[in-house]
């Protein structure tokens, strides 16, 4: 049975000005500016490609999915903002040495920054993309992983020169565990999510992943008036990356925003819950889902600022739902593009299929056949195994088909 809640104290007034302080375009740009300097991502902006096929087949007007598994070496959107945290980190640390961004990413402060450590607990994507971030521009990186991080996510990290360390518990534990390391060592938390005190890095995370309401806007030509899309589905984890992409999509459309829906595992569903409690909640679930993404018990008080105001729906949904979404957008059917979309990448397809198989969650969405809903792909097959197990083929050979079908289309 689906979980739906639909938040009473969602606003679709204007972008306030209490938040601008916390995201806002104009940070945006400047992430996105900076992140032109490294070599690890595609700062041309990922694909926007049109289903047309799973669009008729759903009764929808037109769906869109924003790739983002071609961000980057690293397979997720979170190679958007962990180099962001860790650029406006030290350049809070050392003002005085007016650290070219340009040079920073090349590694030529190397030795001026061999003895600052980051550190952050991770599900995999954070901590992959923060010990890219750290090995580019010569920081020493420690990366916690909870007991349900595979051995793959772990060497995709390693394999960047960060420390691993284990421990026992779930992603929540780890996220302590880091906290304490880094004060027992003096070292920096580079975390995407907020807890009391700390605040300053989650938000410069959240304002990289801003960039891709950015991209969006500007690959739609979307005037302020006139949005591309009238239902935007997100997935949660910490909500982090929820608000980055809503803070921006708000900002830009004011009072004719789209609809904005998040949509987490039912193990971990802090954010339904928090919606209900008008506060942050805690999950009720195991913390324990396929979509290791999105397996958070804690949402990110800061984050869960700019979500209450601006969520219109929580839905919960099942791991199975998710395994259907990736093999849909792998088969890629009725002249579709194949995607990649790794368990949590697949998670908004998953909401909108849950959605759509319930009349009353579909009428209560206003899902109905004038609709055009973005999804953001947020990883491709960042566990290579997990997914062929999944889906029943490897990546490479759904690259393959994606490959053919561009080729195609070129000619
Ligand atoms: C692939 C993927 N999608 C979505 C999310 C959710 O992001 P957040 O935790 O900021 O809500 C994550 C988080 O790790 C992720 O790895």
Not at 247 to 275: M, T
Not at 277 to 282: H, I, L, M, V
Request: hydrophobic share 40%.
């Amino acid at each position: 049975m689906p979980t739906f809640y639909l938040n009473p104290r969602a606003s679709h007034a204007p972008y306030p000005p209490e938040l601008q302080h916390i995201l806002n375009i104009g940070a945006a740009a400047e992430s996105r500016a900076w992140l032109k300097h490294w070599d690890r991502i595609n700062m041309q902006g990922t694909p926007l490609r049109e289903l047309p096929g799973l669009a008729a087949r759903l009764g929808m007007k037109n769906i869109v999915i924003k790739d983002e598994s071609l961000r980057s070496q690293v397979g997720s959107f979170k190679a958007l903002g962990a180099p962001i945290a860790l650029v406006r980190l030290l350049l809070r640390l050392m003002p005085e040495k007016r650290l070219n961004i340009d040079a920073l990413f090349m590694g030529s402060y190397r030795e001026l920054l061999q003895d600052i450590t980051v550190i952050s607990a991770t599900d995999g994507n954070h901590g992959r993309a923060l010990a890219a971030a750290a090995q580019s521009v010569g920081c020493p990186c420690v990366i916690v992983l909870h007991g349900g991080v595979s051995s793959e996510r772990e060497n995709a990290i390693a394999d960047y020169g960060a420390k691993i360390i284990r421990i026992g518990g779930n992603y929540d534990e780890s996220v302590e565990e880091a906290a304490r390391l880094a004060s027992e060592n003096r070292w920096y938390v580079v975390s995407d999510t907020s807890y009391e005190g700390y605040e300053d890095i989650p938000r410069d995370v959240m304002q990289g992943y801003a960039i891709i309401g950015a991209e969006v806007i500007e690959q739609c030509l979307c005037r302020q008036e006139t949005p591309a899309f009238s239902h935007v589905i997100l997935q949660g984890g910490v909500g982090g990356f929820a608000a980055g992409v809503a803070s921006f999509l708000w900002q830009y459309h004011g009072k004719h925003r789209p609809q904005l829906i998040v949509v987490e595992p039912r193990e971990a569903d802090c954010l339904y819950q928090s919606g209900i409690a008008g506060q942050p909640a805690k999950a009720t679930g195991a913390v324990d889902s396929l979509m290791a993404g999105l397996a958070c018990g804690e949402c990110s008080p800061l984050a869960w600022k700019i979500l209450q105001p601006c969520i219109d729906a929580f839905l919960v949904i099942e791991d199975e739902a998710a395994v259907r979404a990736m093999q849909v957008l792998a088969a890629g059917r009725d002249q579709d593009i194949p995607i990649i979309a790794g368990e949590s990448g697949a998670a908004g397809l998953a909401g909108l299929q849950t959605l759509l198989a319930d009349e009353q969650l579909k009428k209560k969405a206003r899902l109905d056949h004038n609709a055009h809903v973005l999804l953001i792909n947020t990883e491709g097959a960042t566990s290579p195994s997990i997914y062929h197990q999944l889906v029943g083929e490897n990546a490479l050979s759904v690259k393959v088909r994606q490959d053919c079908w561009q080729n195609r289309r070129v000619k």
